[in-house]
C-alpha cells in the first residue's frame, strides 16, 4: 500500500514502566495525595444528580463504601511508599538486615490488609478466594514465586511500581464504583458535569483506529463499522473507552456515554495503511454522521505530517467536521513546515501529552514554531484551519499512565498521545450534545476549546504548549462573563440585565429569592450558546425543558463577580479612577454602556458650584467589533492604554502617559473603535479642553517668561492603534494632534496683544504591557512632541524649530497581594518635559538709543526643563462585588525643584457605584 510505513496507531508505542519508570517511581506517592478527594470527599466528584446514578446502593451490596476505601488507601498507601524507601536502598545497596525484615513486613501487611478489606467483594464478582482469584494470578504475571510477597525484592523498580499500580487498580475495580484517574482531576471532569452537559447524547464521533473488540461499553456505542477486520489491537478500544464507557459501577467512565462512535480501521493484516486510505476512513466516518473525529494516528518524525493535506485532500466531506489528532511520541519539536492548500478551511487539533504536574511528557511532540503555509505565507487568515502557526492549533492534556480499557473486559494504564486525543474529542462530544448546532461550527467549536485551555509553559499561546490544557469544565462554561447577554428568568417572564447588575451579590440573592435563574447567551464566531445558571438551590438537578440546569457555570458566575471591579485594558487588569460603565443590551447582537460621576472642581476652574458632572455613553456590538462612545467631562479614556487607567496618568502636567492629549480634556469628546481582526483594533478620537489656563511659566535661559491665566480652549484628535499578538502582550501607538487657540502646551495669557498665539503640537506615544505571569503587568509608554506656533503676530512664539519634549511613564502592577480581588501597583513618572528648542519673546523697546525711538525688541530664548521624576503607589480593594472600592495611594516627586512639584502628598478614595 501506498506510504503503509508512515502511519502508525501508537508511533512509538510507549511502554508506561519502561521509558516512563523514572517520573512513576518517584511520584508514585500521587496516589495516596489523590485519593482523599476521589474516595473521601466522593460527593463532591460526582455530584448530587439522581439521573447520573439513582441509588448508588442498587450496584451491588457486601461491598466498601467509599469512605471505606479511602481509609484502606490512606492506611496501606504509606506502607508501600515505606517499601520504596526501603527498595531504593536495596537497589544502592546500602539495606541492612533490618531494612529488609522491615521490607518483608510491610508488604505482607499490604497482602493481608488487602484480603481482608476486599475478600468478600473479589468472592462475590469471582466466585474464588481472594488469593485464587486475585493474588495468585497477578504474582504469577510478575513472576512472584509462591504467595510470600518478599520475592519483590528480585524485581527491578519498573516491574515493582507496575505491580503496584495494577494492585491498586485491579483491587480497585472490586468497589463496585467506576474508577476515578487522575486525568479528570487535571482536566477538571466529572461525570455530574458529563450528566449536566447531556451525556453527549446525539452525537457521533468518528474513530479511524485499530479494529474494536473486547470490551462491551465500546462495543454498545457503535453505530457504523468500516475498514478491514484483519488487524487488532489494543489501541482502538483503550481510545474510545475514554470517550464513551458507560457509567455504570465497572472500570472507567468515558467523557461522553451518550455519543455513539462511527468507526472505520484503515489498517491491514500487517498493520500498516496509507494516507488515502485514511483520507477513505474519514469520508466514511463523517458520511455516517460524526461531526467530530479522532484521529490517534500519524506520521513518526513529525507532530504534524504534511501528508494530512494529502488525506483531508482525498476526503470529500473532511470540511463537515472537527479533526482531532495525536501529536506524536518522538519527543521532538516540530520544525518542518507543512504545506496546506487542498485541506484549506479544514478545522483541526493537535494534542500533545503532559504528565501528572502538568509538565510536558518526555516523548510528546511539540509544535515550534512551524507553521502551514498558504500560498507561501505564514501569516494566520481569517478562517480557523487556513494556515499559520502550527501552534495555534495545539493544545495538551493528560497522556501519562491514563486508566483505559484493555480489550478484554477490564483495565490497564497506557501512556502516548494517543491518549491525551481522545479526551478531547470526548470533550468536543459533550458541547455539541448540549448545544448540538455546534455539529454545524467545527471552527467555532475548535475555538471554544482553545480559548478555554488553561496556559501552561510561557504566558500565551507557546511552542510547547500551544493554548495549554483541556479545561472540559471551562470548556462548557461561557469563555468570557463580560460578554455575555444577561436575562433573569421569574414565574416566566424574562428581563434583560445588566453585567454590573448580575455582578451584584445583592441582586443575585434577590433573585435567588424570587426562585429565578439566569439565562444568558454568548456569540461565538458565526453562532452562539445560551446557558441556564441556578440561582436557587431547589433549582440545582432540575431541568429546563430538556436541559439540565448548569451550577457548575454558577460557581464559576460567582467566582467571576467576585473579581476585581478594576478596569481592563488590553485584556489586563488595571487600577482605575475613570469611571463605572454600566453594560446593558440595547437589540440582538447590540450593547450599550453609560457612565456617570460627579468630579471635584479644580483651583484653576471658575465655577460656583463645587462639582461638575462628567457622562458618556458607549455604543457597540457585543463582539466588541466596533463601538462608538461619546461624552462631556475627561477624555482620559479615549487614550486608554493597557496597565495605565489612572487619570493621573494622563494629566497634562504631571502624566506620562500621552500628557499632550490631556490638554485637550474637560469638554466634549468623541472615540469611535474598530477591531481589524481580533487582536488589531483602531480607534479615532477627538475631544476639547474647558478649562481656564494651567497658569504657568516656561523657564528661559536665566530668565522667565511669565504669563498670567486666560480663558484657554483646545482641540486634539488621536489616532491609536492596539496590537496583542499574544494574551501576555499588547502594543500601542498614538498619533497626537494638538491646537491650542491661544496657548502653547498650556500656558495662556490675557494680555491684550496676548503673550502667546495659537499653536499646533505633533506627537507620537508608544505603548507596552507585558504579563510574564498571571497577576503580574509590567507597562511602559513613551511620548515624543514637537510644538509650533501658528500665529505669528504673537508677542511670544516659538523659534523655526518648535519646541521638542518628552514624557514616560513605567508601572508594575501585581493582584491577589492581600486578597484575590486586590491590586497593588507601582508607577514611575517624567511629566512632560520642554527638552529643545527656542521661543522668540517680542516686547516694545528702545530701538534707537540716539533719537530715543520705540519699537518691537526680539529677544531669542533657549528652553530647556529639568525632566522631573515621580513615584507613586496605589492600591485598590473592589467591594459589593464590584460596586464600590477603597483605593490608597502615595505619590512623591523626586526633584522637587522642578516646575509643579508637590513634594510627598498621600491619601484614600471611597468609591460606591449605584
Not at 458535569?193 to 470490551?215: E, K, M
Request: glycine share 12%; charged share 15%.
Amino acid at each position: 500500500m501506498t506510504n503503509a510505513k508512515f502511519i502508525q496507531p501508537v508511533y512509538k508505542n510507549i511502554s508506561t514502566f519502561q521509558s516512563g519508570v523514572e517520573p512513576l517511581y518517584k511520584n508514585i506517592s500521587t496516589f495516596w495525595s489523590g485519593l482523599d478527594p476521589q474516595y473521601k470527599n466522593i460527593s463532591t466528584f460526582w455530584g448530587d444528580l439522581n439521573p447520573l446514578y439513582k441509588n448508588i446502593a442498587t450496584f451491588s451490596t457486601g461491598l466498601p463504601n467509599q469512605q471505606m476505601i479511602g481509609s484502606f488507601w490512606n492506611t496501606n498507601g504509606p506502607l508501600w511508599s515505606q517499601s520504596m524507601v526501603i527498595w531504593a536502598k536495596i537497589d544502592a545497596g546500602t539495606a541492612t538486615a533490618a531494612d529488609r525484615a522491615q521490607l518483608a513486613s510491610n508488604l505482607t501487611a499490604v497482602v493481608n490488609n488487602s484480603q481482608t478489606f476486599w475478600g468478600p467483594a473479589v468472592t462475590a464478582r469471582l466466585g474464588g478466594t481472594f488469593q485464587s482469584s486475585f493474588q495468585t494470578p497477578l504474582f504469577s504475571k510478575y513472576g512472584i514465586a509462591g504467595t510470600s510477597p518478599q520475592s519483590l525484592t528480585a524485581l527491578t523498580a519498573d516491574k515493582r511500581a507496575a505491580f503496584f499500580v495494577e494492585w491498586f487498580d485491579g483491587l480497585n475495580g472490586f468497589s463496585g464504583y467506576d474508577q476515578i484517574d487522575n486525568w479528570m482531576f487535571q482536566a477538571k471532569w466529572s461525570p455530574a458535569l458529563t450528566n449536566v452537559q447531556g451525556r453527549g447524547t446525539g452525537v457521533t464521533i468518528g474513530l479511524v483506529d485499530t479494529r474494536l473488540a473486547g470490551d462491551a461499553d465500546v462495543l454498545a456505542r457503535v453505530t457504523y463499522s468500516g475498514g478491514t477486520t484483519t488487524y487488532s489491537n489494543v489501541h482502538g478500544t483503550a481510545v474510545a473507552s475514554l470517550m464513551v464507557a458507560a457509567h455504570d459501577g465497572r472500570n472507567i467512565m468515558g467523557i461522553a456515554p451518550g455519543a455513539n462512535i462511527a468507526f472505520y480501521n484503515p489498517y491491514d493484516a500487517n498493520a500498516s495503511s496509507s494516507w488515502s486510505t485514511v483520507g477513505k476512513g474519514i469520508d466514511a466516518v463523517v458520511g455516517a454522521g460524526a461531526s467530530v473525529v479522532n484521529l490517534s494516528l500519524g506520521e513518526p518524525g513529525l507532530a504534524f505530517s504534511p501528508k494530512w493535506d494529502t488525506a483531508m485532500k482525498s476526503a470529500s466531506k473532511a470540511s463537515q467536521a472537527l479533526f482531532v489528532i495525536a501529536a506524536g511520541n518522538d519527543g521532538l519539536t516540530q520544525t518542518t513546515n507543512v504545506p496546506w492548500t487542498a485541506a484549506k478551511g479544514v478545522p483541526f487539533l493537535v494534542v500533545g501529552s503532559v504528565d501528572a504536574n502538568n509538565q510536558i511528557s518526555s516523548f510528546s511532540n511539540r509544535p515550534g514554531e512551524a507553521c502551514l503555509i498558504v500560498q507561501g505565507q505564514c501569516g494566520q487568515t481569517a478562517a480557523f484551519g487556513s494556515g499559520g502557526p502550527l501552534k495555534n492549533y495545539f493544545l495538551v492534556a493528560p497522556g501519562e499512565n491514563v486508566l483505559a480499557s484493555n480489550g478484554a473486559g477490564g483495565v490497564a494504564r497506557y501512556s502516548g498521545t494517543s491518549l491525551a486525543a481522545p479526551l478531547v474529542t470526548g470533550t468536543i462530544a459533550l458541547l455539541q450534545g448540549r448545544w448540538p448546532w455546534l455539529k454545524n461550527f467545527p471552527a467555532e467549536t475548535a475555538q471554544i476549546i482553545l480559548r478555554s485551555a488553561r496556559d501552561l509553559g510561557a504566558p500565551g499561546v507557546d511552542p510547547v504548549y500551544g493554548w495549554g490544557m483541556l479545561d472540559v469544565e471551562a470548556a462548557q462554561a461561557p469563555l468570557n462573563f463580560n460578554n455575555l447577554v444577561y436575562y433573569t428568568v421569574a414565574r416566566g417572564v424574562s428581563t434583560p440585565q445588566s453585567v454590573s447588575a448580575v455582578r451584584s451579590s445583592t441582586n443575585r440573592a434577590a433573585w435567588a429569592a424570587q426562585g429565578a435563574y439566569i439565562s444568558a447567551f454568548e456569540t461565538i464566531g458565526g453562532t452562539n450558546r445560551d446557558f441556564l445558571v441556578p440561582l436557587s438551590p431547589s433549582l440545582s438537578g432540575t431541568k429546563v425543558g430538556s436541559v439540565y440546569f448548569q451550577d457548575f457555570v454558577f460557581n464559576r458566575l460567582v467566582a467571576w463577580a467576585s473579581a476585581p471591579a478594576l478596569t481592563s485594558v488590553g485584556g489586563h487588569l488595571s487600577l482605575s479612577d475613570t469611571g463605572v460603565a454600566t453594560a446593558m443590551p440595547v437589540s440582538p447582537g447590540f450593547k450599550m454602556a453609560m457612565r456617570s460621576r460627579l468630579v471635584p472642581i479644580g483651583p484653576t476652574e471658575r465655577s460656583v458650584r463645587n462639582f461638575r458632572a462628567e457622562n458618556s455613553l458607549t455604543i457597540g456590538d457585543v463582539q466588541d467589533r466596533f463601538s462608538l462612545t461619546v461624552g462631556q467631562g475627561s477624555s482620559a479614556t479615549t487614550t486608554l492604554q493597557s496597565g495605565f487607567g489612572l487619570e493621573s496618568d494622563y494629566a497634562p502636567l504631571d502624566g506620562g502617559v500621552n500628557p499632550i492629549a490631556g490638554f485637550a480634556s474637560g469638554g466634549a469628546h468623541m472615540r469611535a473603535t474598530v477591531a481589524i481582526r481580533a487582536d488589531l483594533r483602531v480607534s479615532f478620537s477627538n475631544s476639547r479642553s474647558r478649562r481656564d489656563a494651567l497658569g504657568d511659566t516656561l523657564r528661559g535661559a536665566g530668565s522667565e517668561a511669565v504669563v498670567l491665566d486666560a480663558n484657554y480652549r483646545a482641540t486634539a484628535q488621536n489616532v491609536q492603534i492596539d496590537y496583542a499578538p499574544r494574551r501576555w502582550l499588547s502594543l500601542s501607538t498614538t498619533y497626537t494632534l494638538l491646537r491650542e487657540e491661544s496657548g502653547l502646551l498650556g500656558v495662556g495669557s490675557n494680555a491684550v496683544d496676548g503673550l502667546v498665539g495659537a499653536s499646533r503640537t505633533e506627537a507620537v506615544t508608544v505603548g507596552a504591557s507585558v504579563e510574564p505571569m498571571r497577576g503580574l503587568l509590567l507597562s511602559a509608554s513613551g511620548t515624543q512632541s514637537r510644538s509650533r506656533s501658528r500665529d505669528g503676530g504673537a508677542a511670544l512664539r516659538t523659534g523655526a524649530s518648535g519646541l521638542g519634549a518628552s514624557a514616560y511613564a513605567i508601572a508594575l502592577a501585581k493582584s491577589g497581594i492581600v486578597r484575590a480581588a486586590d491590586q497593588v501597583r507601582l508607577s514611575l513618572t517624567q511629566p512632560l518635559a520642554v527638552t529643545r528648542g527656542s521661543v522668540d519673546l517680542t516686547t516694545l523697546g528702545v530701538v534707537d538709543r540716539e533719537t530715543g525711538a520705540l519699537g518691537a525688541v526680539t529677544q531669542s530664548l533657549t528652553v530647556r526643563e529639568r525632566p522631573r521624576l515621580v513615584g507613586e503607589l496605589n492600591y485598590g480593594l473592589p467591594l459589593q462585588g464590584g460596586w464600590g472600592e477603597v483605593s490608597l495611594f502615595g505619590r512623591g516627586d523626586f526633584r522637587s525643584d522642578a516646575r509643579n512639584a508637590q513634594g510627598v502628598a498621600t491619601g484614600m478614595r471611597l468609591r460606591l457605584a449605584f
